[in-house]
């Protein structure tokens, strides 16, 4: 599909005036953001640690690549580097000299570059602000596309160009697989790390749904049992690979950032479609879906996402301690009987209840009734009030 989705962090690139790094996980849109919505004047691609590649196609060392950067600068010039994590930090000096007439605009894939940057000792730490490009948010995507399914999956900006269809990704899903797999890699390899088995294990499981640390290391039967799980959890939040979500206990419900490659690990464990030559019918997408309604819709009622495993409540959001409102979430349709079953269970948790269904409009049982069409409405709602800010 060629499709270009407008997003909320393009008005403030069109129109940046300071020092800036872009930074977040691999192919969540960073460059087409930059080539979309920036009137740039010099645009520089750092291939390796030794050189850089122009827009022309030359390949350029680094030592003269910056001397360019210095000069454009010196000019008034708009100027971005993009790859920057591969830039050795022993340039960074070099960096910090250069004329601030003009508009240096760097793009990091990782998260570690942050690290660098602005380490108290680093030479570029007062000079640049830093701005986060993470996978699209899902109110964004609904509103223009006005698809609540494929919506999930287009969060993630690189499957795009490859589907028309949430029936066409399962089709394709050996395909996702190992790309994923090489992303993953890659997202490593950026952060300066190696994709060791217990990482990758680890993110199997997680596909899978399985998210308590203790059962994790019951599973891996890794060295320090559940503290080195844990500790492997969050290194992975902070590559922007996994994302921790609250719960009603004192435990974090850990799910996938990108839904795409949640789904894709999840065939990959379930039934090793990159290893065999099987035709995969189902996948879990509801449960993304449940999760991206659910980031959306705490953001519409001023609260934070908060799920419930123990309970089996899809989403409830809160205001610190404060539960506003609990939700069911359905695919399909929502019976009159099931309604009432959901609400009598989620009435124990919250005082405000509501049903969501991506097939039509639920009962009007509850507090709050939201199908297809209402929660296009309130995504489209949400994005005017990002514009108006």
């Known amino acids: 599909m060629r499709l270009v989705l407008k997003r909320k962090e393009c008005d403030e690139l069109r129109n940046v005036e300071y020092w800036l790094l872009l930074y977040g996980r691999r192919k969540t849109g ?85 690290n660098k940057v602005f380490d108290r000792n680093s030479p570029l730490l007062g000079l640049i602000t830093p701005k986060e490009i993470p996978i699209i948010s899902y109110e964004e995507v609904l509103s223009q596309l006005e698809d609540p399914l494929l919506s999930t999956l287009f969060r993630d900006p690189w499957i795009i160009p490859f589907i028309n269809s949430y029936e066409e990704f399962v089709n394709r899903i050996k395909e996702f697989s190992l790309i994923s797999k090489g992303l993953i890699g890659e997202v490593f390899k950026e952060e300066e790390r190696s994709l060791t088995e217990i990482y990758y294990q680890l993110l199997l499981r997680v596909a899978e749904g399985i998210w308590k640390t203790s059962e994790l290391a019951g599973i891996l039967q890794v060295k320090g049992g559940e503290a080195t799980v844990s500790s492997l959890m969050n290194k992975l939040s902070r590559m922007g690979l996994i994302k921790k979500i609250r719960t009603l206990g004192k435990e974090y419900y850990y799910r996938h950032v990108s839904p795409v490659i949640s789904l894709s690990l999840y065939a990959e464990s379930k039934y090793l479609i990159t290893e065999r030559d099987v035709r995969v019918h189902e996948l879990p997408i509801g449960l993304e879906v449940q999760f991206s309604i659910g980031e959306m819709i705490s953001k519409y009622y001023g609260g934070d996402f908060v799920y419930s495993p123990k309970e089996d409540i899809d989403i409830i959001v809160m205001n610190r301690k404060k539960r506003i409102i609990a939700f069911e979430v359905k695919m399909g349709e929502i019976t009159k009987s099931e309604a009432k079953e959901a609400i009598k269970k989620m009435s124990k948790v919250a005082e405000k209840v509501g049903l969501i269904s991506l097939k039509d409009k639920p009962p009007e049982i509850g507090d709050v009734s939201i199908g297809p069409k209402e929660l296009i409405e309130i995504s489209k709602e949400l994005n005017k009030k990002k514009e108006e800010k």
């Open 30 to 114: 960073k460059t087409t953001l930059i080539k979309n919505c920036i009137k740039y004047d010099y645009f520089v691609t750092l291939a390796n640690e030794t050189e850089g590649l122009l827009e022309s196609g030359e390949r350029i060392k680094i030592e003269e690549l910056l001397k360019e950067v210095r000069s454009e600068l010196k000019k008034g010039s708009k100027v971005v580097i993009d790859e920057f994590q591969r830039l050795p930090e022993k340039f960074y000096v070099d960096i910090s000299t250069f004329d601030k007439s003009g508009i240096l605009i760097l793009s990091g894939s990782s998260y570690g570059i942050l």
